[in-house]
């Protein structure tokens, strides 16, 4: 493997291997395991690395949306080999998590193994309101057209027709908001954020309250792919950091950032940095909490390029729900889906790796924890 693995199974056998080069450095090392209850061939894998006096504690983790794991694996692979070298082990305590869903990233998908999408799973005190995102059934048409894929030709002809119908009676504002937010009412349309906990989402609140019961300050970096420009990759704030984008662009020494609202980025209900939050403010007060998420874009942001990834979503949902009418079709729609989260350019990839060791370096200087 270079940077990016060519499937979980890879990916997995590398992190394992790869964090014995922290054994030595920290006084303990704990990796742990969780392994799926339906899919005994699938795990969540995670390496706590504990310091003499728990003061910091950096947490990377990766593939909350399985395909946009490729991606975080290189992000852990560049964490692990060039900064976790420069933390002090006297102080500084590590929490690495190798995929949050792998059967997403086994089957190159967002969602997990029960169709959920992860990152709208994290609801404050487990309120899954029904009742939020209702703009989500005017478009429904649109993006859950319930029945098999077809050819790609009537596809796309079939997609910009739905959509201009979209745009003309709600108008785009309403269409993103609704396709984005997230939604507890529709198990089959896409974002749909569950009516529960999700097997890897009390696994992950499990690991923060531990993380905040026995840490002051955590720096908190989840890795994400998809959406902003192609050739930048944006910092994510979630809405209750302290810091405005503005004041973390000078705080990190880094270009782009992003507040997850709708005037910044899009809204979000269910966010996993939001609930790290709230789960701070509810329960450890005290704990200094800064969260980021690593967004790299690919399509790029441009009106069309917003309708391409909107499409590439909506074919690959429609596939795994109805299937394909042949099996180009099929192969079409799952290659236009790793474009949009896994771009096999090498250009791109080359930036996507200058860009995170770019923000760690910023971020882990600005909270002291490496030399400037
Ligand atoms: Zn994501």
Not at 29 to 43: A, E, M, R, V, W
Not at 71 to 91: C, N, Q, R, S
Not at 198 to 213: F, H, K
């Amino acid at each position: 493997m270079d940077y990016f693995p060519a499937s979980y199974a890879e990916s997995r056998a590398w992190f394992l291997q790869n964090i014995e080069r922290l054994r030595a450095k920290w006084p303990v090392f704990q990796p742990g395991q969780h392994t799926l209850s339906n899919h005994p061939d699938l795990s969540i894998d995670w390496l706590w690395a504990e310091p003499h006096k728990k003061e910091h504690l950096v947490l990377v983790s990766t593939a909350q949306h399985g395909i946009e794991g490729y991606v975080g694996t290189a992000m852990l692979k560049i964490f692990i080999e060039e900064f976790a070298p420069l933390l002090d082990p006297e102080t500084t305590g590590l929490l690495l998590v190798h995929t949050i869903n792998p059967w997403g990233m086994q089957h190159n998908c967002k969602v997990n193994e029960n169709g959920v999408d992860l990152n709208r799973n994290f609801d404050f005190d487990e309120k899954f309101d029904p009742a939020i995102n209702p703009e989500f059934r005017q478009i429904d048409y649109l993006i859950t057209p319930g029945r098999p894929v077809r050819h790609p030709a009537w596809e796309t002809i079939s997609f910009w027709g739905r959509v201009l119908r979209a745009l003309v009676s709600s108008g785009q504002a309403v269409v993103s908001r609704a396709a984005l937010l997230g939604q507890h009412h529709t198990p089959e349309g896409f974002f749909y954020g569950g009516t529960k906990f999700e097997e890897s989402t009390e696994l992950l609140i499990g690991l923060y309250r531990q993380a905040l019961e026995e840490y002051p300050s955590l720096i908190q970096t989840d890795i994400h792919t998809g959406y902003g420009p192609r050739y930048q990759m944006s910092i994510l704030l979630p809405p209750p950091d302290p810091l405005s984008s503005a004041q973390a662009r000078e705080k990190y020494g880094y270009p782009l950032v992003q507040t997850i609202n709708p005037q910044e980025f899009y809204a979000i209900s269910g966010d996993m940095g939001e609930y790290t939050y709230r789960l701070r403010d509810a329960h450890f007060p005290r704990r200094q909490l800064s969260s980021t998420g690593f967004e790299f874009g690919t399509f790029g942001e441009s009106l069309l390029a917003r309708i391409r990834s909107l499409k590439a979503m909506t074919l690959e949902n429609q596939l795994r729900r109805h299937g394909a009418s042949s099996e180009s079709a099929a192969a079409a729609v799952r290659h236009e889906f790793r474009e949009l989260y896994y771009p096999a350019e090498p250009r791109w990839r080359q930036k996507a790796l200058a860009d995170g060791r770019q923000a760690f370096k910023g971020i882990l200087s600005a909270h002291h924890l490496i030399g400037g």
